[in-house]
Nanobody, 115 residues
Framework: QVQLVESGGGLVQAGGSLRLSCVVSGIIFSDNKMGWYRQAPGKQREFVASISSGSGSRPDYRDSVKGRFTISRDNAKDTVYLQMNNLKPEDTAVYYC???????WGQGTQVTVSS
């Protein structure tokens, strides 16, 4: 059974930082492209960042988070991270971890940024 479990969300003031984690089980993590998405109230879920599999682990970001967010992975721990710095109120959302090959999703973790 494939499971993606996110953690690390919370309430932070604007300009603050959070690090999200997503632990994956039930698949060969290192072979899989992973990503983070978010969904704010009343809005559609949107892409935030992704990281490819393999030794290159090329990252990709939505424009609004470039230079503030960093996605990384630790294949030894079957975990993908999202380091979020200089957070803004518009980053407030539920953040979801995604495994691309079979379209698996985690349950989400709430990030709230106060102004």
């Amino acid at each position: 059974q494939v499971q993606l479990v996110e953690s690390g969300g919370g309430l932070v003031q604007a300009g603050g930082s959070l690090r999200l984690s997503c632990v994956v089980s039930g698949i060969i993590f290192s072979d899989n492209k992973m990503g983070w998405y978010r969904q704010a109230p009343g809005k559609q879920r949107e892409f935030v960042a992704s990281i490819s599999s393999g030794s290159g682990s090329r990252p990709d970001y939505r424009d609004s988070v470039k230079g503030r967010f960093t996605i990384s992975r630790d294949n030894a721990k079957d975990t993908v991270y999202l380091q979020m710095n200089n957070l803004k109120p518009e980053d407030t959302a539920v953040y979801y971890c995604k495994q691309y090959l079979y379209d698996y999703w985690g349950q989400g973790t709430q990030v709230t940024v106060s102004s």
